[in-house]
Every structure is written in structure tokens, then in C-alpha cells.
């Protein structure tokens, strides 16, 4: 953390005082962020992809220079087709929100002494998305979602867009009367306050936009860009997947699943009770469906058979991983909820809050983190070890994690204060027993 230099009282109050301690390396990191994210994503493709040469090693660089140079460079990234149709599948997530029928579960209580209520109905709305994909192919075969993988490019652009215009919306709705600003994010500097998210909770009427972006239409959509590149491989392929395919789309897919029918469980994360809606967490409508999905578009154009044995060792990865990962945030999930129903041991803090001690928060303070680092490696698993790039989410997710973990434990610090260091010598180890 660095501190925040030049701070007023200006834009400050009571409920939304400055924010003095910088995340991220500050202004610097934050711009670095802003700009490398959505490069990186370009990267990815124009590093990855048949067009320009493939992913291993050597990529045709004099075609993506040639691409770069030529006016192919500005005009190959826009497209109105493709843009329209981010926009209508965008809409197709605002109002399956609205219409479908949900439970109302209230948040955790804010500074101000309110409680947000969010309507859950996130898994009705991936139902209704893949039973229209599945009168799709019922209908028309697998053709019509070929177009995905066509203008991939161009609706990485709708949708980077769409990321800057949501957050550049919330800032500047922020300084509405009244708001409720992020303690993180009311530092005074524009591209901090931006890249964090100035404003807590920002809402269009009882829609939360944070809650709503960082789960459904990037989550959602991840989903469906799968699908389309298992039915673009099979209008190659002659209506035939490969087994790496299948395996890829399947446990992603249920990753996507697990994460909209466990919908309520992100109320609780930092992320929505902490963090502002800037465009870091804005970025998560493209990074999920343009970054995570890299395997299945790889596969595409390298289909790789793996056989019977590999398919089961890689399975057997992902089972495990997604076992660590549900087990770990179902105990604590029933814990903060008040149930215990393994008796797990627990550490009851001065604050009166309590924390767990076994089970699996007894074997780290991140476990859930440890077993979605597995599903990641079972992801890229499929696609051989031909190139690295495949394993870049793998990376990627570790430094994000790693990082995730240092905030936290730093959040938790403040928190618990000299508990939190009596919970560090009980359970010593960050993520990774004996190794992290
Ligand atoms: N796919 C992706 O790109 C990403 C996935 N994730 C996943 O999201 C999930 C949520 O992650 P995240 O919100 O970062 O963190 P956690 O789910 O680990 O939650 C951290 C919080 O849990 C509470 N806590 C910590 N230790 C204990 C304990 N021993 N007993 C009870 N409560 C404890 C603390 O809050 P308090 O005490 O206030 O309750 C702490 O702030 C994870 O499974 C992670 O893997 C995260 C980022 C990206
Ligand atoms: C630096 C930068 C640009 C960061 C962007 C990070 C975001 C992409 C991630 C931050 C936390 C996330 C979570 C999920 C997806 C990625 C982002 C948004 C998540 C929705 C994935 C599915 C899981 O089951 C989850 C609900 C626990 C998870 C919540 C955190």
C-alpha cells in the first residue's frame, strides 16, 4: 500500500472520508491497469489465433505487424453487426433479471446502516439463455454460433466499451448527492478513483450494477462463447468434438452454473461489500467471456484427441479442485450464516465475530483459492503442451489470487487486529499448505 498524497477535504464527509492509503501502486498502477487490460486481451488474440499464425511459438508476427500497420488495424476491430449484437444480448441479461421471478436476499448491513436487497434469479436467466440455445441448434444446427468465433475481435471491442462506459457512468454519477462512496475509492485522483470505483453500490433503480456485472452478463456469456466454439469445431469437424472440447466446455460451464446458482454467496465477498464499481470490476463482462474461454477458441483451430486416460487424469484434477472450492466456501458460508453443521473449531474474536479454525480454514486462510487454482490447471490441461499461452489463465489467476490474498489479509488485519495474528500462528499457511 501506498499513501495518497495531496489529500483535501474537499469531496470528503463523515460517512465518505478521503482515502488515504493507495492499492495497487496507486495512480500509476491503476492507469498501468487500465490501458494494460484490455492490450493484454488484444494480445491474447492477435497472439492466439489462426488469422495471425497460431499460438506456439513462432507466431507470424510480420502478419499481426502487417495487421497493426494497415488501416485493417482501426476498422478489423469495430463492427456495428457485432456491436449490436453484444447490445442485444446485453439487454437479453437486463430483462431476464427483471421479468423472471427470484428470491429477495438482503446484503450484509453498509456503514450508512442500510441493507441492499438483491433479487436472485441469476440461474433462471442461464436457464432461459441455454434453452434459446439449445431451440438454436435444435433448429438450426450448430452453424449460427460460428459467428462468435468470426468476429471475435469485434465484440471484444463492444464489450471493452461497454466495460468503460459503465464505469465511466458510475464515476461521474457518483458525485451525485447522497451517494455512498467506497472507502478505497475517494481518493480525489480521477484514474484511481475510476479503476477502483468511486461510488459503493451504485444502483439503476433495484438493479445493483456490481453485483449484476460481476456475476451475469460476463459469466453468462463466457458460457455461450464456449458453446459456440464446440459448434464451430463441429461445422469443421463434420458434427464431430473432440474429448479436450468436451472437457473445457463442460467444466466451464459448470464452473459458470455453480456461480449463478450459488448467486447469494457473492453478496458476501469483498468485492460487493468493500470495493467500489470502477473498471477493474467493470472489466469482468470481457475478461470472463474473452479471456477465460482462450482453451475452448484454441482448440478450435488445434483440436487435440486426448484418450480415455488423459481425459480421466484431468477430470479427476477438476473434481478435486471443484470439491476444495465448494467444500471450502460452503463451511464458510454456513459459518457466517450461523451454522456449524460439522462443529467445526473456531477462534471468536474481540469484535465478537468468530473464525474458523478447522476443517478447511484450518489448513489455510485461503482454501477456496487453492481449488480454484486447480480447476484452472485442469482447463488448460486439454490443450496439450504445445504452447504456453494456453496456461496463461492459470498464471494470470495466480497473481490475481496471490494478490487477493495479500488485500485481504491486510483488510482482515484491520479488522480483527491482534487476532487476526493469533488466527495467522494457528493456521500459518496463505493459500497452498507447506508451500504458500
Ligand atoms: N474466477 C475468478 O476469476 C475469481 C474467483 N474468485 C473466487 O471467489 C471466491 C471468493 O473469494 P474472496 O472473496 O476473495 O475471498 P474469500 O471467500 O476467501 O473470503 C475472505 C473473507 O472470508 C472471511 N474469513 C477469512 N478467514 C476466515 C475464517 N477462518 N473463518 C471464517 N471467515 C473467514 C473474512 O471476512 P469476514 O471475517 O468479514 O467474514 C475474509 O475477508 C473464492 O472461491 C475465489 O477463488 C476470486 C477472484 C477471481
Ligand atoms: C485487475 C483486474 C482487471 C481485475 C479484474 C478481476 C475480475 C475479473 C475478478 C475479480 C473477482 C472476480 C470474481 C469472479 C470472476 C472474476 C472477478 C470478477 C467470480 C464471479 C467467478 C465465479 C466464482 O464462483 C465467484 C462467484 C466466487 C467469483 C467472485 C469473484
Known sequence: MTSAEG?????????????????????????????GTPVVMYAMY??????????SPPVDWAAVAGALTSWRWWRGLWDTQAASLYLAYYGFVVVSWYLLPGKFVQGLPMRNGQVKTYKVNAFASMLLLFGIVAGVLWRHGPQPFTIIYEKWVELLTASTLMSFALALGCYLASFRDGALLALGGNSGN??????????LNPSIGSLDLKSFNELRPGLMLWALVDIAMACTQAVRRGGHITDSMWLVVLFQCWYVADALYNESAVFTTMDITSDGFGFMLALAITIEPFLYSLQ???????????????????????????????????????????????????LTTESGRKL???????????????????MALAWSLPTGFNTPLTYFYVIYFTILLVHR??????ACRQKYGKDWEKYKSIVPWRILPYLY
Open 7 to 35: 489529500k483535501t477535504t474537499a469531496g470528503s464527509s463523515e460517512l465518505n472520508p478521503r482515502t488515504t492509503q493507495y492499492e495497487f501502486l496507486g495512480p500509476p498502477g491503476a492507469l498501468a491497469i487500465c490501458i
Open 46 to 55: 492477435f497472439g492466439c489465433s489462426e488469422e495471425y499464425g497460431g499460438c
Open 190 to 199: 480521477f484514474i484511481y478513483d475510476f479503476f477502483i470505483g468511486r461510488e
Open 296 to 346: 475452448a477458441r484454441y482448440l478450435v483451430f488445434n483440436p487435440i484427441e486426448l484418450g480415455p486416460v488423459y481425459t480421466a487424469m484431468i477430470l479427476a484434477v477438476n473434481l478435486l479442485g471443484y470439491y476444495i472450492f465448494r467444500a471450502a466456501n460452503g463451511e464458510k458460508n454456513d459459518f457466517r450464516n450461523g451454522r456449524n453443521p460439522k462443529n467445526l473449531q473456531y
Open 356 to 374: 474458523l479454525t478447522s476443517g478447511w480454514w484450518g489448513r489455510s486462510r485461503h482454501p477456496n483459492y487453492m481449488g480454484d487454482l486447480l
Open 405 to 410: 490474498q495479500q488485500r485481504d489479509d491486510e
